[in-house]
Structure formats: C-alpha cells, structure tokens
C-alpha cells in the first residue's frame, strides 16, 4: 500500500471500528429509535454511510461506477441491525481494495463530481477526506442517537 494512501485506510478503519463498537449492543428496536424532532435513525445512518462511502471512495477517487440510490439511502422501512452491519462490512472490504489500488499520484489527480446541483472538478484527494469527515460526522449522531435509546 502507498504510503501516503496508508493514512486514509487507517482513520477509515477506525471510524468503523467505532461504529461497530457503538451499535454492537443495541437492538434492531433501537437501530430504528427516532427522535420526535429529527427524521434519521441509526439505521438510516448506517445505510447512508455505506452508500456514501461506497460513492466517494470506490467511484470518485477510485473511478469504479458504483450502482446507488441516495434518497433510497433514507427511507423509513424497517431495518434490522445485522444485514446494516454486514452491508457495512462489506462497504469496508470493498473500499480498502479501492484504496489499496491507489497511489500517492492518484490522490492530486482530479475528477468531475456533482456538487450542490454543480459539476466541479476536485483532487481524489478531496473525495477521500470527504467521504472521512462525512462518517465522522455520522459516528457522532450514531453515537448521540445510542444515548438517547437509552434515555
């Protein structure tokens, strides 16, 4: 693995690591638990976590087409915990293989994206450090959403 590719899977791997220590004891009731006020769930959010990094990671900076339906990414059926899990494992194994495929070179090369109703080009570089701070923001909410459960 490139050197400087090797930070991005490490922090990846941490954050789901995190994840999957934050929803490993909770229930299928409580991955679906909504807030009165508020509209996501954790599953929802584990859901929308695979596919946007599936995005980010493996299409945009790794050039794979990727088949995914964002707004499908937050419907409100019932989900269970184990199929999001192993959904998210799986987003995992297939985004290491992109980013073990990438070299230093690789992350100034830039790529047209669909920003905001835009194109725009940006550096692979951007893509990962998104799609990182992306599922760092939703291991937070996963994490407040816990504590609320259990409220």
């Known amino acids: 693995m490139d050197p400087q590719v090797r930070p991005f899977v490490l922090s990846l791997e941490r954050l789901h690591n995190d994840i999957f220590r934050a929803v490993e004891p909770l229930s299928d009731r409580e991955v ?4 009165p006020q508020l509209s996501n769930t954790i599953g929802i959010l584990l859901r ?3 596919g946007s990094e599936r995005y980010w990671i493996i299409e945009v900076a790794g050039g794979r087409k990727v088949p995914r339906d964002r707004d499908a990414e937050f419907g409100h059926e019932q989900l269970t915990k184990d199929a999001l899990v192993a ?8 985004i290491r293989a992109a980013l073990e495929s990438l070299r230093a ?3 100034t090369s ?3 994206i669909g920003d ?3 194109r725009r080009m940006v550096p692979k570089g951007f893509a990962l450090l998104h799609s990182l701070q992306h599922t760092s923001y939703h291991l937070g ?3 407040l959403f ?3 459960t259990s409220v």
Do not use: C, S
Not at 87 to 94: G, M, N, V
């Open 48 to 50: 929308h976590t695979a």
């Open 32 to 35: 679906n638990w909504a807030h």
């Open 146 to 148: 816990k504590k609320l």
């Open 87 to 94: 959904d998210l494992r799986a987003a995992y194994d297939e």
């Open 116 to 118: 905001r109703g835009a």
């Open 110 to 112: 830039e790529v047209e």
């Open 141 to 143: 909410q996963i994490q």
């Open 105 to 107: 070179e690789d992350l």
